[in-house]
């Protein structure tokens, strides 16, 4: 290996230097000799001490800014899933191999420390992940930018099984305080909700809020590849204005004394409150209004103080939508124009329309937030005059154009046909100037069917910004063997442009390049069994097929396909023993909504499942199945990089992009997946032959459904299906609650929304023909090395580079 083709070797100075300030921090700020130190100490020594580091270019990433006049991107997102930042931070500051010899000369090993690092419980899913890459990817290009999002102190909740079932406990990622963050005092807004609006001495509106709370910000510095830019991650944490009544306390009323602040916290506890009440409907509007205002008075806050006129705020500000959760900004933005700096209804529109752009995230109608009427008039009462003259002038605009009353209806801000409900998604695409979907199948059906008609009205808004993973995180940092390999081969362009991975492809014919890839993915493969070993006392072959669906938990991520197909295999190897059966390890993750009852019957399912066929000693070696709980960014940095087979199977025309596909494919995994989401842009890019697509294409789950589709009949023309499907329902899996799963598969066979016996016989045989590739060990290493050879596409760099041009006009 040349040295040019190597990681950059410590430099003894450096990591001297290194081990004197992590030792000077060690006793200063944390209080602790060397000998008493425990990992906690050296992990808050160490974070300290390259937040040192950070700081510098942080704020000099902020003067340049200013200096330049620059535009700035302002991006709005409830989740933020960042993870883990201290190894993060070092890649990119090329200060890991310093910090590791530094610490090993303390007699520290790094990698324990990364490990106790909590997972920042800032997100869920995609969504939350996606904003994340985002954001790095933002300053690994040079683009100034800020996230806006709320500071949760219990995240969604950490998952724990208990006998199959998922029980849902707070996270404690803040317990001992978070090493990265900084608290600004000097930026805190007031965020009001309730009251009236009545006209001041002028005329003009004035909304007089029964209720307000205290937003107060906390940066965390968000470092680019090679430390080009550090930008900034704003989140907000609630405070009351009077945490204590002191009259109340003194009176003998200690907890209702604390009322108001534990109502302010209340707002940032918790991502996603269940919101079947009414007293959860109301919480996720209120923080989601509360986040939206703070960051908009933020945004407006900055611009006066740097620029002067308000005017100019869609020349120096881009804001984007990361979906519908902070669609309220567009009001709120609204109010502050109007009432703020006194300006008509016309100039603030135009102003607001050139500022936002908006990005949807999903098909589902039910996922298209709308809030009823009531509720948001009576929280947001000044906001609802804004959005109904908002609406006023959209219906007059569109009945000049032609539209009749249905298509009317279809693009009225105000649903009328399901009790009275503000519709977010439409706010959100009437006062952007840009409004993209993430994968092109799913920008091609918004225009078809949930925004049809404000495609009609405005046919120029809508545009495709296909989804993006960055690729230190998601290769150079949770796959170093790998990325070695691969410098070794092609040299280190791939570091900085990730599509010069395609100079990788010829490699695929090369039996000593395959040997090394496979082993490097052998030694992924060990290293996930040992850590799951640990983790949940399970053993698994590393010498088995690791095939995953690692995921939110959403009957249309079809897992339940998955599983029933995983009993039809089950049932095929009892059968006929005889038969050369590919071994197989079967590894689910992800979560449930709290209030999503299939979800948390599946991952019960599941459980039940792999307790069943773990123990049966007639599949012993050829099929075992696992859940990982509390799956999140650490847990998919260990499983990524270890499989073979990427389970990428939503119905078709429901998943917006998905990222996972991106990850295990960059990391030499096979795809096994429907046309659905950017499957269709990764077979595109990978070549037909080195993916396994099945299933029903998008238009063809729509015409089904149009002709009336009968799952009763699939299912009786699919013998494996039926079997596996009554011994479910039948309590074969659940012997201590036969009934457990009945209307669970009763489901599919009245209405089967989500197309399962439709797909499981080109399912079944997708599965088959993956078999076939995996017995040919050549082959397989071959499409493996394609796939990551051919998706350098799908970096973030390239997405934030789309977003930056067409419609942000910064960089």
Same mark, same amino acid.
């Given at each position: 290996m040349t040295k040019t083709l190597e990681r950059r070797r410590p430099d003894r100075r450096s990591a001297a230097r290194f081990a004197a300030e992590i030792v000077d921090t060690l006793v200063q700020r944390i209080g602790k000799d060397e000998r008493a130190a425990k990992p906690h100490d050296w992990l808050a020594a160490t974070v300290f001490t390259i937040r040192n580091q950070v700081i510098e270019r942080w704020m000099e990433s902020t003067r340049a800014a200013h200096r330049a006049g620059a535009k700035r991107v302002y991006y709005l997102s409830l989740e933020f899933l960042i993870g883990r930042l201290l190894r993060d931070t070092l890649s990119n500051l090329s200060a890991e191999g310093d910090v590791k010899a530094a610490l090993e000369s303390l007699g520290v090993d790094l990698a324990e420390i990364e490990a106790i690092e909590p997972d920042a419980a800032l997100g869920n899913g995609g969504l939350g992940r996606l904003a994340a890459c985002f954001m790095e990817s933002l300053a690994s290009l040079g683009l100034p930018a800020y996230g806006y999002g709320i500071r949760y102190v219990n995240g969604m909740f950490r998952q724990h099984i208990e006998d199959g079932w998922q029980v849902e406990l707070p996270e404690t990622w803040l317990d001992y305080g978070n090493h990265w963050e900084f608290e600004r005092r000097e930026s805190a807004y007031h965020v009001g909700f309730g009251g009236e609006v009545m006209p001041d001495a002028d005329g003009r509106q004035c909304w007089k809020p029964a209720e307000r709370v205290i937003a107060m910000a906390v940066d965390t510095p968000v470092v680019g590849w090679r430390g080009k830019r550090v930008n900034t991650l704003r989140l907000w944490e609630a405070r009351a204005i009077e945490p204590i009544r002191l009259d109340a306390f003194n009176a003998g009323d200690h907890v209702g004394a604390l009322s108001s602040q534990m109502r302010a916290e209340t707002l940032t506890r918790i991502l996603y409150p269940a919101d079947e009440t009414p007293a959860g409907q109301e919480l996720r509007l209120r923080q989601e209004y509360f986040f939206s205002s703070a960051s908009i008075q933020d945004i407006v806050r900055r611009h006066v103080q740097y620029d002067g006129d308000i005017r100019t705020l869609p020349d120096k500000a881009a804001i984007q939508l990361n979906d519908t959760h902070p669609a309220v900004s567009v009001a709120e933005l609204m109010r502050l124009l109007m009432g703020e700096f006194d300006l008509g209804f016309e100039e603030a529109w135009d102003i607001c329309r050139r500022t936002f752009g908006y990005t949807n995230h999903t098909l589902l109608p039910e996922a298209l937030e709308a809030w009823p009427l009531p509720l948001f008039e009576r929280l947001l009462p000044r906001h609802m005059q804004i959005i109904y003259t908002i609406n006023a002038a959209l219906l007059r605009e569109a009945r000049d154009k032609g539209f009749e009353d249905g298509s009317l209806r279809a693009v009225?801000?105000?649903?009328?046909?399901?009790?009275?409900?503000?519709?977010?998604?439409?706010?959100?695409?009437?006062?952007?100037?840009?409004?993209?979907?993430?994968?092109?199948?799913?920008?091609?059906?918004m225009k078809e069917t949930v925004f049809a008609d404000l495609h009609r009205l405005w046919p120029d808004r809508i545009n495709n910004k296909t989804n993006g993973i960055t690729p230190r995180r998601w290769l150079m940092e949770c796959n170093p063997e790998l990325t070695t390999l691969i410098r070794e081969a092609i040299g280190d362009a791939f570091m900085d442009d990730l599509e010069a991975l395609e100079a990788l492809a010829p490699f695929a014919d090369d039996s000593a390049f395959r040997e090394r890839f496979m082993a490097v993915k052998r030694a992924n493969k060990q290293a996930l069994a040992d850590w799951l070993r640990g983790r949940i006392d399970i053993r698994i072959d590393p010498d088995a097929l690791f095939d995953v669906q690692i995921k939110r938990i959403h009957e249309y991520k079809r897992q339940l396909l998955n599983i029933v197909e995983t009993v039809a295999l089950y049932d095929r190897i009892r059968l006929h023993p005889e038969k050369d059966w590919v071994p197989r390890v079967k590894l689910f993750a992800g979560k449930a909504a709290p209030s999503y009852h299939n979800a948390k019957l599946i991952i019960k399912l599941a459980n039940d499942v792999a307790r069943r066929i773990n123990a049966d000693p007639a599949v012993a070696g050829l099929l075992k199945i696992v859940f990982v709980?509390?799956?999140?960014?650490?847990?998919?940095e260990r499983i990524v990089p270890a499989a073979d087979l990427s389970e990428q199977i939503s119905t078709a025309g429901m998943e917006a992009s998905g990222t996972g596909n991106m990850k295990f494919a960059l990391n030499g995994a096979v795809t096994i997946g429907t046309l659905d989401g950017a499957n269709v842009e990764i077979r595109d890019r990978v070549g037909a032959d080195n993916i396994v697509i099945f299933g029903l294409t998008a238009e063809e789950v729509a015409a089904r459904k149009a002709a009336g589709y009968d799952p009763r009949a699939a299912i009786a $023309? /699919?013998?494996?299906? &039926?079997?596996?499907?009554?011994?479910?329902?039948?309590?074969?899996?659940?012997?201590?609650?036969r009934a457990r799963y009945a209307r669970l598969i009763g489901g599919i066979y009245e209405a089967d929304p989500f197309m399962l016996a439709a797909d499981f016989d080109a399912? $079944? /045989?997708?599965?088959? &023909?993956?078999?076939?590739?995996?017995?040919d060990p050549a082959a397989w290493a071959a499409t493996a090395i394609r796939n990551t050879a051919h998706v350098g596409w799908f970096s973030s760099d390239r997405t934030i580079g789309d977003y930056a041009r067409e419609i942000w006009g910064v960089g």
């Amino acid at each position: 290996m040349t040295k040019t083709l190597e990681r950059r070797r410590p430099d003894r100075r450096s990591a001297a230097r290194f081990a004197a300030e992590i030792v000077d921090t060690l006793v200063q700020r944390i209080g602790k000799d060397e000998r008493a130190a425990k990992p906690h100490d050296w992990l808050a020594a160490t974070v300290f001490t390259i937040r040192n580091q950070v700081i510098e270019r942080w704020m000099e990433s902020t003067r340049a800014a200013h200096r330049a006049g620059a535009k700035r991107v302002y991006y709005l997102s409830l989740e933020f899933l960042i993870g883990r930042l201290l190894r993060d931070t070092l890649s990119n500051l090329s200060a890991e191999g310093d910090v590791k010899a530094a610490l090993e000369s303390l007699g520290v090993d790094l990698a324990e420390i990364e490990a106790i690092e909590p997972d920042a419980a800032l997100g869920n899913g995609g969504l939350g992940r996606l904003a994340a890459c985002f954001m790095e990817s933002l300053a690994s290009l040079g683009l100034p930018a800020y996230g806006y999002g709320i500071r949760y102190v219990n995240g969604m909740f950490r998952q724990h099984i208990e006998d199959g079932w998922q029980v849902e406990l707070p996270e404690t990622w803040l317990d001992y305080g978070n090493h990265w963050e900084f608290e600004r005092r000097e930026s805190a807004y007031h965020v009001g909700f309730g009251g009236e609006v009545m006209p001041d001495a002028d005329g003009r509106q004035c909304w007089k809020p029964a209720e307000r709370v205290i937003a107060m910000a906390v940066d965390t510095p968000v470092v680019g590849w090679r430390g080009k830019r550090v930008n900034t991650l704003r989140l907000w944490e609630a405070r009351a204005i009077e945490p204590i009544r002191l009259d109340a306390f003194n009176a003998g009323d200690h907890v209702g004394a604390l009322s108001s602040q534990m109502r302010a916290e209340t707002l940032t506890r918790i991502l996603y409150p269940a919101d079947e009440t009414p007293a959860g409907q109301e919480l996720r509007l209120r923080q989601e209004y509360f986040f939206s205002s703070a960051s908009i008075q933020d945004i407006v806050r900055r611009h006066v103080q740097y620029d002067g006129d308000i005017r100019t705020l869609p020349d120096k500000a881009a804001i984007q939508l990361n979906d519908t959760h902070p669609a309220v900004s567009v009001a709120e933005l609204m109010r502050l124009l109007m009432g703020e700096f006194d300006l008509g209804f016309e100039e603030a529109w135009d102003i607001c329309r050139r500022t936002f752009g908006y990005t949807n995230h999903t098909l589902l109608p039910e996922a298209l937030e709308a809030w009823p009427l009531p509720l948001f008039e009576r929280l947001l009462p000044r906001h609802m005059q804004i959005i109904y003259t908002i609406n006023a002038a959209l219906l007059r605009e569109a009945r000049d154009k032609g539209f009749e009353d249905g298509s009317l209806r279809a693009v009225s801000l105000i649903d009328e046909e399901d009790g009275r409900r503000v519709r977010m998604a439409n706010l959100a695409f009437a006062g952007s100037h840009s409004v993209n979907g993430v994968a092109a199948l799913h920008t091609h059906l918004m225009k078809e069917t949930v925004f049809a008609d404000l495609h009609r009205l405005w046919p120029d808004r809508i545009n495709n910004k296909t989804n993006g993973i960055t690729p230190r995180r998601w290769l150079m940092e949770c796959n170093p063997e790998l990325t070695t390999l691969i410098r070794e081969a092609i040299g280190d362009a791939f570091m900085d442009d990730l599509e010069a991975l395609e100079a990788l492809a010829p490699f695929a014919d090369d039996s000593a390049f395959r040997e090394r890839f496979m082993a490097v993915k052998r030694a992924n493969k060990q290293a996930l069994a040992d850590w799951l070993r640990g983790r949940i006392d399970i053993r698994i072959d590393p010498d088995a097929l690791f095939d995953v669906q690692i995921k939110r938990i959403h009957e249309y991520k079809r897992q339940l396909l998955n599983i029933v197909e995983t009993v039809a295999l089950y049932d095929r190897i009892r059968l006929h023993p005889e038969k050369d059966w590919v071994p197989r390890v079967k590894l689910f993750a992800g979560k449930a909504a709290p209030s999503y009852h299939n979800a948390k019957l599946i991952i019960k399912l599941a459980n039940d499942v792999a307790r069943r066929i773990n123990a049966d000693p007639a599949v012993a070696g050829l099929l075992k199945i696992v859940f990982v709980p509390n799956y999140n960014v650490s847990a998919a940095e260990r499983i990524v990089p270890a499989a073979d087979l990427s389970e990428q199977i939503s119905t078709a025309g429901m998943e917006a992009s998905g990222t996972g596909n991106m990850k295990f494919a960059l990391n030499g995994a096979v795809t096994i997946g429907t046309l659905d989401g950017a499957n269709v842009e990764i077979r595109d890019r990978v070549g037909a032959d080195n993916i396994v697509i099945f299933g029903l294409t998008a238009e063809e789950v729509a015409a089904r459904k149009a002709a009336g589709y009968d799952p009763r009949a699939a299912i009786a $023309a /699919s013998p494996e299906l &039926e079997s596996a499907l009554t011994a479910i329902a039948t309590g074969v899996f659940s012997p201590d609650d036969r009934a457990r799963y009945a209307r669970l598969i009763g489901g599919i066979y009245e209405a089967d929304p989500f197309m399962l016996a439709a797909d499981f016989d080109a399912y $079944a /045989s997708a599965q088959n &023909e993956v078999d076939r590739l995996w017995r040919d060990p050549a082959a397989w290493a071959a499409t493996a090395i394609r796939n990551t050879a051919h998706v350098g596409w799908f970096s973030s760099d390239r997405t934030i580079g789309d977003y930056a041009r067409e419609i942000w006009g910064v960089g």
